[in-house]
């Protein structure tokens, strides 16, 4: 199994900004496309940006711009700055990584989740 463990969420002022980063452990194969998932209150669980293994990078439209998604392969270890923070972008925040274990198939595995709260 892959264990993922989620850091760096918080209360931040509107315009401020955070670093969330999401540690994968276990074993682990290999790893595949990794990215952030976000859920706000009321609505339903977004994809935030992911990064592909090749490093091919993608963005949710309201991300564009102020959030950079980045890994470190070496340590299986996936980043979200994320600046100019809005109070629209209060959620918790999922990291999520698409990984090979042994005697299984590709699998998805999901973190337990970092709350991030924008006061405005």
């Known amino acids: 199994q892959v264990q993922l463990v989620e850091s760096g969420g918080g209360l931040v002022q509107a315009g401020g900004s955070l670093r969330l980063s999401c540690a994968a452990s276990?074993?682990?194969?290999?790893?595949?496309?990794m990215g952030w998932h976000r859920q706000a209150p009321g609505k339903q669980r977004e994809l935030v940006a992911d990064?592909?293994?090749?490093?091919?990078?993608n963005y949710a439209d309201s991300a564009k711009g102020r959030f950079t998604i980045s890994r470190d392969n070496a340590k299986n270890t996936l980043y979200l700055q994320m600046n100019s923070l809005k109070p629209e972008d209060t959620a918790v925040f999922y990291c999520?990584?698409?990984?090979?274990?042994?005697?299984?198939?590709?699998?998805?595995?999901w973190g337990q989740g970092t709350q991030v709260t924008v006061s405005s």
């Open positions: 999520t990584v698409r990984a090979k274990v042994p005697f299984a198939p590709w699998s998805d595995f």
């Open positions: 276990g074993s682990i194969v290999s790893v595949g496309t």
């Open positions: 990064a592909s293994s090749d490093g091919t990078t």
